[in-house]
T-cell receptor, first 113, second 115 residues
């Protein structure tokens, strides 16, 4: 158990809908990262937050957004969902040091029908 | 741009055999970090090791060992006396030392250990 929690574990929804994925980092970690794992794209970095502020953006679609709250949990919002958004979404967290290891949560499997 | 290549898509061996997973990376950074993660059938990503670019010492942890060679930009992972529980997808990843520490992952190697 990495100490990173993600809810829900599974999510099934329809095209055009909006969903929110939630992540709680390990105790003491200030950074939260979101990654998407799909069959065609592999594991790709989406976005990073550090202590509430956006730090870096990767290949995140405009339909997707994220935020990190004062209690350091983070939410990834996916809207106008398409079939191609079906994937495993991981959250990871790391300690305050700039070069610390990222520990991953169990992931949320999103299925868009 | 950073890139990680895991040329072996799938490997299948019989239990107790030794197996090496290859990882080759590209980066312009002089300081960077290399990682291996394991993804068992249950789906989670489990951290195995982190290596700093300035430390080329090989590392051994039980049946696992890692060979880092900066000259060939490789960071290979060997499992000795493999076991069925080692069956998983293994990912090699790279991150820069400064700025955003996003991980750039290889495509993964699916390792199957047959009894």
């Amino acid at each position: 158990d990495s100490g990173v929690t993600q809810t829900p574990k599974h999510l099934i929804t329809a095209t055009g809908q909006r969903v929110t994925l939630r992540c709680s980092p390990r105790s003491g970690d200030l950074s939260v990262y979101w990654y998407q794992q799909s069959l065609d794209q592999g594991l790709q970095f989406l976005i990073q937050y550090y202590n509430g502020e956006e730090r870096a953006k990767g290949n995140i679609l405009e339909r997707f957004s994220a935020q990190q709250f004062p209690d350091l949990h983070s939410e990834l919002n996916l809207s106008s969902l398409e079939l191609g958004d079906s994937a495993l979404y991981f959250c990871a967290s790391s300690a305050p040091g700039s070069t610390d290891t990222q520990y991953f949560g169990p992931g949320t499997r999103l299925t868009v029908l | 741009a950073q890139k990680v290549t895991q040329a072996q898509t799938e490997i299948s061996v019989v239990e107790k055999e030794d197996v090496t997973l290859d990882c080759v990376y590209e980066t312009r950074d002089t300081t960077y970090y290399l990682f291996w993660y394991k993804q068992p059938p249950s789906g989670e990503l489990v951290f195995l090791i982190r290596r700093n670019s300035f430390d080329e010492q090989n590392e051994i942890s039980g049946r696992y060992s890692w060979n880092f060679q900066k000259s060939t930009s490789s960071f290979n992972f060997t499992i000795t006396a493999s076991q069925v529980v080692d069956s998983a997808v293994y990912f090699c990843a790279l991150s820069e030392a400064e700025g955003a520490q996003k991980l750039v992952f290889g495509q993964g190697t699916r390792l199957t250990i047959n009894p």
